[in-house]
C-alpha cells in the first residue's frame, strides 16, 4: 500500500503532477487537472508553489483513507456527529415492532432530557455512559431503566460497528438489570375455564389459547399466516422482536384444534389488532371464567411456560420455544415451578407427632 507524488514531464518543460497509488495488489493514476509550469517569474513560481502543496496534501489525504480502510479506522469528517439523530434513525428501524419501538422512543426521550436536547458524539465517553445510567436509575423504574439503558448501549455498539466511532465507551459498563417481578400465569384448570367460558370477541379467545399452548408473544400471534404452518403441525416463523433468526415449533393437537381449517397462504391466521377495548374484554373473559387475577395478553406466555415445566418438560428446551437468547431469561420460570412445589407441599394437613418416638 502505497501513495506517491509524481510528475511527467511535458515536452514544454512543464510537469503533470499526479498520484500514484497501490492498493490491494493494484495500481492506479490520478493526474492533477492543473499543470506546475516552472515559470521563472514571480507570479509562476508562486502558482507553482500553491499547486504543489494542493498536490501533496491530497496524497495525504488518498493515503489516509487507504489507511482507514485496512485498520477500520474512520473519516470522522464523513460520518454523522449528532448521536441523538443517529439514535432515532437506528429506532426508527425497529418501527415494525411497536413494543420493541415504543421503548427505543422512550429511551431517546430520556437521553434528550439527560443531555438537555443536545448530544454529539464526541461528548459520548464512559463518564456519560455511566451517568446516563444513574440518571436512569434515579427517575424511572428499574425494568424500565434496565430497558432504556439497553437500547442506548446498543445503538453505542450499532455505531462502532458502522465505524462512526473509534471505540465503544459503554463496552465495560454493565447493564441495570431486570427486577424480579410476579409473573401472573394460569393453571390448566383456569386455562380450561377460559375455554368454557364465553368472549366478546371470539377471535381474541382462539389468539390468548393459542398463546397459552405455544408461548408466541402478542406480536406474533397476529403475525403469523396460513404459510407459516408446514408439515401440517409445526410453525415455522420469524418473531418480530428477534427478525435474525427463525423459530421452528412444533404444535401440539390442541393448539391445532384452536387454529382450525387453514386458509390462503398468505392470509394471517388471526385477524385481530392490539386496543385498549380488546385488552378490557380479556378482563371481562377472565371475570367471567371466574379468574380474579390481573390477566394480560402476556401472561399467556408466562403460562404456557409454567405448564411445560410443571409437566417435566426440560428447561432447555422451553428455552428454545420461547426463543430466549439466554437460558437465565427461561430460568424465571423454573423459580415459579419451584414456589409451587413447595406450595403443595405445604398444603398437605398437618398431624400430630405427640405419641411418636422421634430419633434423637
Not at 66 to 92: R, W
Not at 304 to 313: I, K, R, S
Not at 327 to 337: C, E, L, S
Request: proline fraction near 2%; hydrophobic fraction near 40%; charge should be positive.
Amino acid at each position: 500500500m502505497g501513495v506517491a507524488l509524481r510528475a511527467k514531464k511535458t515536452k514544454e518543460g512543464k510537469e503533470k503532477l499526479y498520484l500514484d497509488i497501490y492498493h490491494n495488489g493494484k495500481r492506479e493514476t490520478k493526474f492533477f487537472p492543473f499543470t506546475i509550469t516552472n515559470g521563472k517569474d514571480a507570479i509562476s513560481k508562486k502558482e507553482d508553489k500553491e499547486n504543489r502543496k494542493i498536490a501533496e496534501a491530497a496524497r495525504l489525504k488518498v493515503e489516509q483513507q487507504l489507511v482507514n480502510d485496512q485498520y477500520g479506522l474512520i473519516d470522522l469528517k464523513s460520518k454523522p456527529t449528532d448521536f441523538l439523530s443517529y439514535f432515532l434513525e437506528i429506532a426508527e428501524e425497529k418501527k415494525a415492532s411497536k413494543g420493541n419501538y415504543s421503548v427505543w422512543v422512550s429511551a431517546i426521550k430520556q437521553l434528550k432530557t439527560y443531555s438537555k436536547g443536545s448530544l454529539q458524539f464526541s461528548h459520548v465517553d464512559k463518564k456519560f455512559v455511566e451517568g446516563f445510567k444513574a440518571y436512569l436509575t434515579k427517575e424511572v423504574g428499574q425494568n424500565s431503566a434496565d430497558s432504556y439503558f439497553n437500547k442506548f448501549k446498543a445503538t453505542l455498539r450499532r455505531a462502532f460497528e458502522d465505524r462512526i466511532i473509534f471505540e465503544n465507551p459503554a463496552f465495560r459498563v454493565k447493564g441495570i438489570g431486570q427486577a424480579e417481578t410476579n409473573r401472573e400465569y394460569l393453571t390448566i384448570d383456569e386455562v380450561q375455564n377460559l375455554a368454557n367460558a364465553k368472549c366478546e370477541t371470539e377471535e381474541l379467545k382462539r389468539a390468548f389459547l393459542f398463546s397459552c399452548y405455544t408461548g408466541l408473544r402478542w406480536s406474533d400471534v397476529v403475525s403469523i399466516q396460513w404459510k407459516d404452518i408446514v408439515d401440517g403441525d409445526n410453525l415455522n416463523f420469524r418473531p418480530v422482536k428477534t427478525t435474525n433468526k427463525f423459530i421452528h415449533l412444533p404444535l401440539n393437537q390442541t393448539a391445532l384444534n384452536i387454529l382450525g381449517q387453514p386458509s390462503e397462504p398468505q392470509k394471517k391466521i388471526f385477524n385481530i389488532k392490539y386496543s385498549a377495548h380488546n385488552n378490557m374484554r380479556l378482563l371481562q373473559w377472565c371475570l367471567r371464567a371466574g379468574i380474579t387475577k390481573h390477566i394480560t395478553f402476556h401472561c399467556a406466555r408466562h403460562t404456557f411456560a409454567t405448564l411445560a415445566l410443571t409437566n417435566g418438560a426440560d428447561l432447555y428446551v422451553i428455552q428454545k420455544l420461547l426463543g430466549h437468547s439466554h437460558i437465565k431469561t427461561t430460568a424465571i420460570y423454573a423459580k415459579i415451578v419451584d414456589i409451587k412445589k413447595k406450595e403443595a407441599v405445604n398444603m398437605i394437613p398437618a398431624i400430630s407427632l405427640v405419641n411418636l418416638n422421634l430419633a434423637k
